[in-house]
Nanobody, 115 residues
Framework: QVQLVESGGGLVQAGGSMRLSCAAS????????MGWYRQAPGKQRELVAT???????IYADSVKGRFTISRDNTKNTVYLQMNSLKPEDTAVYYC?????????WGQGTQVTVSS
């Protein structure tokens, strides 16, 4: 079945930037929303950003003005541009593609921001 493959994670210094990518490895149709979630140690998984098929975006208050989500439907790919990174952004980041009858999740990629 469809797999979501994430890339772009790693270690970055506070104030730096990273771009995460998440692409479907197989055929997928009618993706309504694409999104990014993250889970830090000892915390619940939380929404970071979502983007609908109509390009409507929602961001967590903690990342507004710093992160930008975008999508490329021709490549079945969602991106998360992260600027002005803070140590509190350290987490495992998961992408999610939502269809009307279900969703796919990526395996997660570690983002570590050092101070």
């Amino acid at each position: 079945q469809v797999q979501l493959v994430e890339s772009g994670g790693g270690l970055v210094q506070a104030g730096g930037s990273m771009r995460l990518s998440c692409a479907a490895s197989g055929a997928i149709f009618s993706i309504n929303a694409m999104g990014w979630y993250r889970q830090a140690p000892g915390k619940q998984r939380e929404l970071v950003a979502t983007i609908t098929s109509g390009l409507y975006t929602i961001y967590a208050d903690s990342v507004k003005g710093r992160f930008t989500i975008s999508r490329d439907n021709t490549k079945n790919t969602v991106y998360l541009q992260m600027n002005s990174l803070k140590p509190e952004d350290t987490a495992v980041y998961y992408c999610k593609f939502t269809q009307q009858n279900g969703a796919y999740w990526g395996q997660g990629t570690q983002v570590t921001v050092s101070s």
